[in-house]
């Protein structure tokens, strides 16, 4: 008995899909690293190594997401691939996600295994999956709360309504950034309530419970959040700034070429951050990605608004989710094209994308034949293996447990240990030394609003969360007791952060130039490791041993 072409095609799409998940596996199996955690991990993680309340206090935009990872950390403290792990299994879930959502949305399976290898090698997907970030479980949350809604589209009932509505108020807990999917939702979901009686009940439920748990979010978490956070967004271009008029322009090129650049690797067209410049590629790509963003959103958005909104298509809920991430960059609430804040929208635009494929194809072999969609299919996937080749994930590896261990069998009594902003929380969360989180007299607070003090009278601890402060500098001035300090902090290699370099190659970071301008040199052991260093340091001239 033979079987028939369905289940044949069926059997091939699943080993299809299994070579998908393997490539997302290897590209993100690179990642993993036995050091310590980076910066922006390490503060993630540090919720870990302090009570509930000031766990609670420190989840300023992931309160359940960092309460779990508080909990899954201390399992195994001192292991830092254990704490990747979380990421790195939503990762890779998220790429089986959004295929099966593919198919919900009745595109055909051949496109949905482009999608999920697009998202399988995307690359701010691939090198944060093995962060200890929630980005990739953005993703997720994303699909799932799609999945949601299109169920509760075609069907409303007290099943779909409840799914939609629990979906819609947890997201947001686990991580905000899925606002930007849930508003939008809320949004269709009052549209189709107004043109359909039936609904109205469900829809309110909806609407309000998931207003309520917002309103709540906003004021225990996100009202606190700092200024700062905002501040780093603009500067870089992720959000729009109108004051000055190259800011302006320098704004649209960022948000629009990047966008793509981190979702699909496509070129920017300009010098990366912090270079400010506007070159004639870069408006030229952030041309493509208006015009490809124009194309997506178009046919979804026409057709509700030709029929005023009695018709709700499938595609018109990524389109306004889509819509909606531009604007909130526009009036300064959200980022868009940073790559990482944009994954929670990788869904919704990949789903666009497969619907526009889905058209072109069609009539592609309407009017030009099957061969020159086989071609176009062949030239697609042959550039998303390369990509899959070319983007593996990279750790910022650290040793800073290492580097701090050989240090402390040089240092003398009376020497002060001083610990550069770049390696704060990771020295907080190793417990080189006795240290505690406050949240209050940080004269540049970090953007979730908290910072290490230091506990230990030899070691000192920067207020700043980036840049060494004036109370830090000012302990090292001529004329005061300390002879000896001990710097120990990050070096960046001309690689930067993720290709570490040797100790022959290393290039200081400001706040230990700071320290130079005083008149602090090198004065002996010199102690390295990947992108970590800690060295003695005096001042010429001195008497050591007075």
Request: net charge positive; with cysteine.
């Amino acid at each position: 008995m033979t079987d028939s072409p369905a289940n044949a095609a069926g059997r091939s799409s699943k080993v299809v899909l299994i070579v998908i998940v393997l490539i997302a596996v290897v590209t993100r199996a690179t990642g993993f690293t036995h050091g310590d955690l980076w910066f922006d991990d390490a503060w993630a993680a540090l919720p870990a190594r302090v009570g509930i309340g000031s766990a609670v206090h420190m989840a300023a935009s992931t309160p359940l997401y960092t309460l779990f990872m508080r909990s899954w950390i201390a399992l195994f403290p001192n292991l830092t691939w254990w704490g990747q792990l979380p990421a790195f299994i939503l990762g890779v879930a998220s790429i089986i996600a959004i295929y099966r959502l593919t198919i919900y949305f009745e595109i055909r399976r051949g496109i949905a295994q482009l999608v999920a290898l697009a998202l399988a090698v995307s690359p701010v997907a691939v090198d944060y999956s093995t962060r200890v970030k929630q980005y990739n479980g953005d993703i997720l949350l994303a699909c799932l709360l799609l999945w949601l809604f299109e169920a509760w589209r075609r069907e409303a009932n007290t099943v779909t309504s409840r799914r939609l509505l629990l979906a819609g108020a947890v997201a947001p807990l686990i991580s905000a950034t899925t606002i930007v999917v849930t508003l939008p939702i809320m949004g269709v979901v009052g549209i189709l309530a107004f043109y359909d009686k039936a609904r109205r009940r469900s829809s309110a439920v909806i609407i309000i419970g998931a207003l309520g748990v917002f309103a709540l979010e906003y004021a225990v978490w996100l009202s606190h959040l700092s200024s700062s956070l905002f501040r780093g967004w603009t500067n870089r271009g992720f959000m729009l700034r109108t004051d000055v008029f190259h800011w302006f322009c320098f704004s649209l090129q960022v948000m629009f070429s990047s966008f793509f650049h981190y979702l699909l690797a496509l070129p920017t067209g300009h010098p990366p951050d912090p270079d400010k410049s506007i070159t004639s590629m870069g408006t030229f790509m952030a041309l493509v990605g208006v015009l490809t963003l124009a194309v997506l959103l178009v046919p979804s958005i026409w057709e509700s608004v030709r029929t005023r909104g009695r018709s709700v298509r499938p595609l018109l809920v990524p389109a306004v989710i889509l819509v909606t991430s531009v604007l909130l960059a526009f009036v300064g609430v959200s980022p868009f094209g940073g790559g990482r804040t944009d994954e929670v929208v990788y869904p919704a635009v990949l789903i666009l994308l497969a619907g526009l494929f889905g058209r072109i194809r069609q009539r592609l072999v309407d009017r030009v034949g099957p061969r020159a969609l086989i071609a176009i299919t062949i030239i697609l996937t042959s550039c998303l293996l390369w990509s899959g080749v070319e983007n593996h994930a990279r750790y910022p590896v650290l040793n800073l447990r290492s580097v701090v261990a050989e240090m402390r069998s040089s240092v003398q009594p009376g020497d002060v240990i001083v610990v550069d902003p770049w390696v704060t929380f990771t020295w907080a969360l190793d417990d080189l030394s006795p240290t505690k989180v406050s949240f209050e007299n940080a004269m540049f607070p970090w953007s979730q609003g908290f910072h290490v003090v230091s506990l230990d009278p030899r070691v000192v601890i920067s207020q700043e969360y980036y840049f060494g402060d004036s109370t830090w500098s000012s302990l090292f001035t001529l004329g005061t007791k300390f002879r000896r300090i001990w710097y120990v902090g990050v070096t960046i290699s001309p690689d930067g952060f993720q290709r570490p370099g040797h100790s022959d190659d290393l290039i200081h970071t400001r706040n230990y130039n700071f320290l130079t301008t005083w008149g602090w040199k090198p004065s002996g052991p010199h102690f390295t490791a990947p992108n970590t260093e800690a060295l003695l340091l005096t001042v010429p001239g001195l008497d050591l041993h007075r």
